[in-house]
């Protein structure tokens, strides 16, 4: 039996849940669902750049296995016709692991996007956005001095 959480509905992501408490993983999945294969590969191969050999193979039951060089290991890279097998639920746990290791990667995922203002006027892509900006850190204040 799958428990794995699915991406919401279009009820339940405006149902009034602030961007703090939005699952920025559940917003990627969806926003995979609706991109175009080009910008899926973008995204996945952005997604996959922390990802080592070891979770390739774990990392959604495998599904991202494949994927593994059969030569020298240098990283992951998805190719067009791999868009096609992978679906949002392994992109969601993929995205997922992504945020436990290596946050700052879903923080930029604003720069991999924005070659797609379309997408990003959907709603998953205005709702990942918001969510992105929410748990961006704060910019330090600079203090002024004040000369007498």
Do not use: C
């Not at 191969?45 to 050999?53: A, F, K, T």
């Not at 639920?89 to 995205?95: G, K, N, P, S, T």
């Not at 290596?102 to 930029?108: F, S, T």
Request: glycine share 4%; hydrophobic share 45%; net charge neutral.
């Amino acid at each position: 039996m799958n428990t794995m959480p699915t991406p919401p509905s279009d009820d339940a992501r405006t149902a009034g849940v602030s961007a703090e408490a939005a699952d920025v993983p559940v917003l990627v999945a969806a926003l995979y669902d609706e991109a175009p294969a080009p910008l899926r590969q973008r995204l996945l191969n952005h997604l996959l750049r922390p990802v080592g050999p070891l979770a390739l193979a774990a990392v959604a039951a495998g599904a991202f296995a494949r994927l593994l060089p059969t030569g020298r290991w240098s990283g992951a890279q998805v190719q067009l016709e791999d868009v096609l097998s992978i679906r949002p639920d392994q992109v969601l746990d993929l995205a997922q692991y992504v945020e436990q290791k290596a946050p700052e990667m879903l923080l930029r995922l604003p720069d991999v996007l924005s070659s797609s203002p379309l997408l990003l006027g959907t709603l998953s892509g205005a709702l990942l956005l918001v969510a992105l900006r929410a748990r961006r850190p704060a910019a330090p204040t600079q203090r002024r001095t004040i000369e007498r």
